[in-house]
């Protein structure tokens, strides 16, 4: 049969592609190839949610509980909520290890003295857990991770390469624990930096050894050039610091100027951890301080410690959406828990003093909004 030759114009026509052409001897030529689905509304590839957690402790009396009550147990009230969501975030609170040597000035000693705490989980099991509840990237800019000098980083870096979760704020050495880290989701760039005020002896990264990156209480030109360079490179920054005072709820100063310093400098949000409490959350120049998230997998002396997920939802322009889903740290496990009175009343009044009200926002999350 001979083969007709065909001048061809490509035209996008939905739903399907269709294919216009001319022939050789000047007949209309005409192929439809197979519909491809309905595009997504102009504007949804670019709207991210994000949820952010605070402490996050698989060592201590964790891996016990976990043998116990097997692998699932520590997240699986918030696990659908975790894998829901487009990025989910934690403060990993302890090295993933199994080396026996802990960093000078953590001796048993000063434990024994209540001066020091010192924790590591289980490589067998923590990075699989965090992965399988939807945990995609973790800071270790805090006074933990170097628990167990400077194999137990190594190791961690290890772990959660392995497992997929990315990781900011401790590295091999300097440079990498100061490097930002930037995860794209629809399209969306969300760059995170990661600091800790909190700094244990022999705690810091070094130029050619291991630890975490570090910040003191006033704004450096370091964490304002790191953001004027990740402002470069992603469109939704994240700051996030270990910091603040142990057991209070009410914020330091030093956090509000520190936290609206970097919202000022291109930071679209700032997210806080440390106190082992949930502080307020301040809105501020289109973007967000969560200044303590609090607990969230946390063994400890407490029956019922306060603690809550924060869900960001926002696109290349923006935050968008602020909202709140309150937990009780139960056992040693997030639980979320909307419907408690006594526990609304606590977050509420926590949140109060930042110039914000929860208003319900359906399905248990509270709409972090200015006070009217």
């Given at each position: ?33 197979p ?40 997240y ?157 490179r ?11 005072f142990?057991?209070?709820r ?24 440390h ?39 926002a ?9 709140l ?21 606590l977050v ?25």
């Amino acid at each position: 049969m001979r083969r007709r030759r065909v001048n061809w114009l490509v035209l996008l026509l939905l739903p399907g592609l269709v294919l216009l052409g001319t022939a050789a001897d000047g007949t209309d030529a005409l192929e439809v190839a197979p519909a491809f689905p309905e595009p997504v509304p102009a504007g949804r590839l670019e709207e991210i949610t994000i949820c952010f957690t605070g402490d996050n402790l698989l060592g201590a009396r964790m891996p016990r509980l976990i043998e116990q009550y097997g692998e699932a147990w520590p997240y699986d009230a918030v696990v659908d909520v975790l894998r829901d969501a487009d990025l989910a975030f934690g403060n990993l609170e302890c090295p993933i290890t199994d080396h026996t040597v802990r960093t000078p000035g953590k001796s048993w000693e000063s434990i024994q003295a209540h001066q020091n705490f010192v924790f590591k989980a289980p490589p067998e099991i923590s990075s699989r857990i965090l992965a399988a509840s939807g945990f995609d990237i973790m800071t270790l800019a805090n006074n933990h991770i170097m628990d167990y000098c400077a194999a137990g980083v190594t190791d961690t870096l290890a772990e959660l390469d392995g497992a997929g979760i990315s990781w900011v704020g401790a590295g091999h050495d300097t440079g990498e624990a100061f490097t930002a880290k930037v995860v794209t989701r629809n399209g969306v760039r969300i760059g995170f930096i990661a600091r800790s005020k909190i700094v244990p002896a022999a705690s810091k990264a070094g130029a050619d050894s291991p630890g975490l990156a570090w910040h003191g209480t006033e704004f450096s030109e370091e964490l304002a050039a790191a953001i004027r360079d990740l402002r470069g490179r992603a469109d939704l920054v994240v700051v996030t610091f270990h910091w603040g005072f142990e057991g209070h709820r009410r914020h330091a100063a030093y956090q509000q100027q520190l936290g609206r310093q970097c919202i000022d400098a291109g930071a679209n949000l700032v997210i806080g951890h440390h106190p082992h409490c949930l502080q307020g959350i301040e809105l501020y120049h289109g973007g967000a301080i969560a200044y303590s998230l609090g607990n969230f997998l946390f063994t400890g002396k407490s029956a019922l410690v306060e603690s809550a997920i924060l869900r960001v939802t926002a696109s290349r322009s923006g935050v968008q959406r602020v909202e709140l889903l309150p937990c009780w740290v139960r056992g040693g496990k997030p639980e979320p828990a909307p419907d408690d009175a006594k526990l609304l009343k606590l977050v509420r009044e926590i949140c109060a003093p930042c110039g914000v009200q929860l208003i319900d926002g359906g399905d248990g999350w509270l709409a972090v909004e200015p006070s009217a």
